[in-house]
């Protein structure tokens, strides 16, 4: 009996390992399991009500929950203890920002949205990785502060966004910049 109970356990364990992190506490994993499907939610309802096609909202789900929730998980004292510890945090943190290709991958499937904004946003985001990642610790917070104004203006003041997707991008600089750039309660 305790052989069929093991393997699943084993399987929902390791899934947790690589979307939340090692070692999360319940309530990490509960709250951003929570808000990641309330994503997809929302992201699924603004894409249908835009008259996207089928295929669109399906992505857009997709990456509702991986932004939703992940702006969540990265604010976790398990993601930070994950990504903040070690002499190679600085590189794993910029390659994590460096792999979220969410808005130049948005253009492409979706004419609607335009590569000057996926490109400029894109760009200034690991850009802004780049030097948070390598400043003095005293210096990390403000300075992703500062890029992630910046970043949030232009993107809803200055750069063209279908009103459909205007939240895609204000909440993946939060994602990454504030939430998986900072270490998070007990990093150290």
Do not use: C
Not at 30 to 48: I, M, Q
Not at 59 to 84: E, K, P, Q
């Amino acid at each position: 009996m305790t052989a069929p109970m093991s393997l699943p356990r084993r399987a929902t364990s390791r899934l947790n390992d690589l979307l939340i992190a090692p070692g999360a506490t319940r309530m990490e994993r509960w709250l951003s399991y929570l808000t990641a499907v309330v994503g997809a939610g929302v992201a699924s309802a603004v894409g249908g009500a835009a008259g996207y096609p089928p295929q669109v909202v399906v992505v857009l789900a997709v990456l509702g929950f991986d932004i939703f929730g992940g702006a969540v998980v990265n604010a976790t004292a398990s993601v930070s203890r994950r990504f903040h510890t070690g002499a190679t945090a600085a590189r794993r943190q910029v390659i994590f920002v460096a792999a979220h290709v969410h808005l130049p991958v948005l253009a492409l499937i979706l004419p609607a949205y335009p590569w000057s904004t996926a490109i400029t946003l894109y760009a200034g985001t690991l850009a802004a990785a780049v030097l948070v990642a390598a400043a003095a610790p005293m210096s990390k917070r403000p300075l992703a502060f500062a890029a992630a104004a910046g970043l949030l203006v232009a993107a809803v003041t200055l750069l063209p966004t279908p009103p459909a997707l205007a939240w895609l991008a204000p909440l993946l600089i939060l994602k990454l910049l504030l939430g998986h750039l900072l270490p998070g309660p007990r990093a150290t």
